[in-house]
Antibody, heavy 120, light 109 residues
Framework: QVQLVESGGGLVKPGGSLRLSCAAS????????MSWIRQAPGKGLEWVSY????????YYADSVKGRFTISRDNAKNSLYLQMNSLRAEDTAVYYC?????????????WGQGTLVTVSS | EIVLTQSPGTLSLSPGERATLSCRAS???????LAWYQQKPGQAPRLLIY???SRATGIPDRFSGSGSGTDFTLTISRLEPEDFAVYYC??????????FGQGTKVEIK
């Protein structure tokens, strides 16, 4: 079965860095586009970043552009989010999600999320 | 950027009742790229509807989606106890952005 497992969250000071990972299993990872989506405590969902199946196409939300970097390693079935210059407003649960592709035009599988807290 | 506005913010209903949730876009959205998600406390969102009206795998047929252009609707025909949750609409647009509505909470009356 499809599984996405995030890791790497934690407490970090403003201006600090953190690298999130998402381990994928149960499907051919290299066939799918992937995204990071976050949810601040008690708030709604915010899309953060997208990466194509090969990694050649990448998009970011304006709120993280220039500070966050998405990447993937298809050999390791893994997705990453390097987060630099973190701010208090980046505090959120970060989910990795699979884009269902041409046939299922939505995020069809999500991980359980990893909490990032930015605080001094 | 396309803004999605969901209404109402909270819907108070009893099990067995019909729920109608609205999602209005600030500009026209391709029906192919309008989705609905359900989220329960402490859980990740779950895809319910994609392409405005297609049910995702394993989603009961009491959930249905409709609409086009700027107005979309999620209907739950008869609420089951497990359906009380927060629901989000989401679109993918030409500006290469994915945006979500702010959510509608369906609570037990």
């Amino acid at each position: 079965q499809v599984q996405l497992v995030e890791s790497g969250g934690g407490l970090v000071k403003p201006g600090g860095s953190l690298r999130l990972s998402c381990a994928a299993s149960g499907f051919t990872f290299s066939d799918y586009y992937m995204s990071w989506i976050r949810q601040a405590p008690g708030k709604g969902l915010e899309w953060v970043s997208y990466i194509s199946s090969s990694g050649s196409t990448i998009y970011y939300a304006d709120s993280v552009k220039g500070r966050f970097t998405i990447s993937r390693d298809n050999a390791k079935n893994s997705l990453y989010l390097q987060m630099n210059s973190l701010r208090a407003e980046d505090t959120a649960v970060y989910y990795c999600a699979r884009d269902g592709g041409q046939l299922v035009t939505g995020f069809d599988y999500w991980g359980q999320g990893t909490l990032v807290t930015v605080s001094s | 950027e396309i803004v999605l506005t969901q209404s109402p913010g909270t819907l108070s209903l009893s099990p067995g009742e019909r729920a109608t949730l609205s999602c209005r876009a600030s500009q026209s959205v391709s029906s192919s790229y309008l989705a609905w998600y359900q989220q329960k406390p402490g859980q990740a969102p779950r895809l319910l509807i994609y392409g405005a009206s297609s049910r995702a795998t394993g989603i009961p047929d009491r959930f249905s989606g409709s609409g086009s252009g700027t107005d979309f609707t999620l209907t739950i025909s008869r609420l089951e106890p497990e359906d009380f949750a927060v629901y989000y609409c989401q679109q993918y647009g030409s500006s290469l952005l994915w945006t979500f509505g702010q959510g509608t909470k369906v609570e037990i009356k």
